[in-house]
């Protein structure tokens, strides 16, 4: 299936760089595939936490896809926390199904998005573009409040 306007527009709005976190071959191929289809630059797959947190220090992925019920050398949810608290990457989950979730998981991942593992692409693809928008938007808010700290430090020195 082929979704020429949303391609266009992953296109147009970035060529994201993004991991994949995924110990199951036929779900990684999946994710490959569909990604690709939509221009995203893919990193090689990875199929432990060591790995994927070499892999984040070195490509500095602009966005991480991670199997919540990933059974590497780290838990799926303990590596989203990780990731998030000391890379500051986004994350989207991939679930099993969306009552395996608990608050607790959510609030402590804070995940920039879930997909099911029997996603269908265009969801899939909406999901990952809503989350690469929502970090960009983020970023830009967080940029702007540093310099209006900037500027406020600035006037009320130069009026002392």
Do not use: C
Not at 41 to 50: A, D, S, T
Not at 112 to 117: I, S
Not at 128 to 157: C, D, H, V
Request: hydrophobic share 40%; charged share 25%; net charge negative.
């Amino acid at each position: 299936m082929n979704f020429p306007e949303l391609k266009n527009q992953a296109v147009n709005s970035m060529l994201a760089k993004i991991l994949i976190i995924e110990n199951e071959p036929s779900l990684a191929e999946k994710i490959v595939r569909n990604l690709k289809q939509f221009n995203y630059e893919v990193l090689p797959v990875v199929f432990r936490g060591e790995d994927a947190i070499r892999s984040i220090e070195l490509d500095k992925p602009d966005l991480v896809i991670l199997d919540l019920q990933f059974a590497g050398d780290m838990s799926g949810p303990s590596l989203a926390e990780l990731i998030h608290q000391r890379f500051g990457t986004p994350v989207v989950l991939v679930v099993e199904s969306s009552e395996n979730l608990s608050l607790d998981t959510v609030q402590s991942i804070n995940p920039y998005g879930f997909v099911l593992k029997d996603f269908d692409n265009y969801r899939f693809s909406v999901v990952i573009s809503i989350a690469l928008q929502k970090f960009q938007t983020e970023k830009r808010l967080r940029e702007s409040e540093e310099r209006l700290k900037t500027i406020a430090n600035f006037t009320y020195n130069w009026e002392y």
